[in-house]
Antibody
């Protein structure tokens, strides 16, 4: 059973960079069959796709966040990471990592439990 | 404003059935698969339906999915109080080159 676990600071100051890591267990991040995604949910709101990364380092980002997002992968540690720069209070959200099979329209089949990141106003 | 449109809320009595719609366009639902997620309060979303109609192992057959043209529907029969949750549809949009979600539908089992 694949498990994903987010970790990182719960509080980030405005204008700084939010950094989160997702540790994957129960399966290798390097299988090549999956993309590894980040999704966020603003308080009381819906889900927003941030982007995904492949084990080779190839990325695809949401155009609305592309200028501030960077994802990386560490296959030796079986984990991937998210950096979101120049954060504001509007970036306060629960951030989820999730697995995405490699085909168009595929589902997010496994999710982490999510981590709340707060950016004070 | 979400790319995929869902009703904000639906309600029905225990034992009854409900349908939740998800409307998109020819650049998303019209050309690729739809998935559905259940989010219970305070928890992460859980995959309910993928590839329009398929259920992952462990999801009861009370949950079903369908797609027609640029719209998709999640059906739930034999409603239980434990089904009270937010439900989201999702797919890929080729024009945006992005994953997209519906705004979510809150199900109340009266």
């Amino acid at each position: 059973q694949v498990q994903l676990q987010e970790s990182g600071p719960g509080l980030v100051k405005p204008s700084q960079t939010l950094s989160l890591t997702c540790a994957v267990s129960g399966g290798s991040i390097s299988t090549g069959t999956y993309y590894w995604s980040w999704i966020r949910q603003h308080p009381g709101k819906g889900l927003e796709w941030i982007g995904y990364i492949y084990y080779t380092g190839r990325t695809q980002y949401n155009p609305s966040l592309k200028s501030r997002v960077a994802m990386s992968v560490d296959t030796s540690k079986n984990q991937f990471s998210l950096e979101l720069s120049s954060v504001t209070a509007a970036d306060t959200a629960v951030y989820y990592c999730a697995r995405l099979p490699r085909y168009t329209g595929s589902p997010f089949d496994y999710w982490g439990q999510g981590t709340l990141v707060t950016v004070p106003a | 404003q979400s790319v995929l449109t869902q009703p904000p809320s639906v309600s029905a009595a225990p034992g009854q059935e409900v349908a939740i719609s998800c409307s998109g366009s020819s650049s998303n639902i019209g050309i690729t698969y739809v998935s559905w997620y259940q989010q219970l309060p305070g928890t992460a979303p859980k995959l309910l339906i993928y590839d329009n109609t398929k259920r992952p192992s462990g999801i009861p057959d009370r949950f079903s999915g369908s797609k027609s043209g640029t719209s998709a529907t999640l059906g739930i029969t034999g409603l239980q109080t434990g089904d009270e949750a937010d439900y989201y549809c999702a797919t890929w949009d080729i024009s945006l080159s992005a994953g997209v979600f519906g705004g979510g539908t809150k199900l109340t089992v009266l």
